[in-house]
T-cell receptor
Framework: GAGVSQSPSNKVTEKGKDVELRCDPI?????LYWYRQSLGQGLEFLIY????????KSGLPSDRFSAERTGGSVSTLTIQRTQQEDSAVYLC????????????????FGPGTRLTVL | SQELEQSPQSLIVQEGKNLTINCTSS?????LYWYKQKYGEGLIFLMM???GGEEKSHEKITAKLDEKKQQSSLHITASQPSHAGIYLC???????????WGAGTKLIIKP
């Protein structure tokens, strides 16, 4: 079946502009994660959605960042008034479930969106 | 220091040679995930190890979990150009959905 898809694959924007990044998780996966990956760095957790529960927004770096997940499927990450330090690859992942069940917790990643803020 | 250390940061290996990448946690490991990433692509899931000294193999890649050392090693036998990429480990240290991540090991295979 189809994997996680993300769009756009690349986004170049000017400082101060807003951007929207989209993630389509694997069908049937209830958990969805957003990460940020800067050059040479590991993954920085941003936000987590699980079913109809309130999202865990603890990783969002500032109030310029927000995300929503409509209908328990597609998710959009919005960055307002972009800054140069927002430049990074934004990765989305989904998993079948969540909770302590490593087999179903395995996260499957999309190809990422490379954001460049000029 | 990072909670999850990967070593080495980068590795250049002659094609056909064996290599090992390590992932060491400062916390108890409840699960350890290995992924591979190529430029412009997302992370590809390789394998997951659970607590208990587990070892798994996939083709020429073997990963082990040493719970006493709080460490996992990923070993590639007879490396090939297709093995080149960045290897990342992610660890479950709290039995919840959030993983902590290593910074990655960049592997280059010399022909």
């Amino acid at each position: 079946g189809a994997g996680v898809s993300q769009s756009p694959s690349n986004k170049v924007t000017e400082k101060g502009k807003d951007v929207e990044l989209r993630c389509d998780p694997i069908s049937g996966h209830t958990a969805l994660y957003w990460y940020r990956q800067s050059l040479g760095q590991g993954l920085e957790f941003l936000i987590y959605f699980q079913g109809n529960s309130a999202p865990d927004k603890s990783g969002l770096p500032s109030d310029r960042f927000s995300a929503e997940r409509t209908g328990g499927s597609v998710s959009t990450l919005t960055i307002q008034r972009t800054q140069q330090e927002d430049s990074a690859v934004y990765l989305c992942a989904s998993s079948l479930a969540s909770g302590y069940s490593p087999g179903t917790d395995t996260q499957y990643f999309g190809p990422g969106t490379r954001l460049t803020v000029l | 220091s990072q909670e999850l250390e990967q070593s080495p940061q980068s590795l250049i290996v002659q094609e056909g040679k064996n290599l090992t990448i390590n992932c060491t946690s400062s916390k108890t490991l409840y699960g350890l995930y290995w992924y591979k990433q190529k430029y412009g692509e997302g992370l590809i899931f390789l394998m997951m190890l659970q607590k208990g000294g587990e070892e798994k193999s996939h083709e020429k890649i073997t990963a082990k979990l040493d719970e006493k050392k709080q460490q996992s090693s990923l070993h590639i036998t007879a490396s090939q150009p297709s093995h080149a990429g960045i290897y990342l480990c992610g660890a479950d240290t709290d039995s919840n959905y959030q993983l902590i991540w290593g910074a990655g090991t960049k592997l280059i295979i010399k022909p």
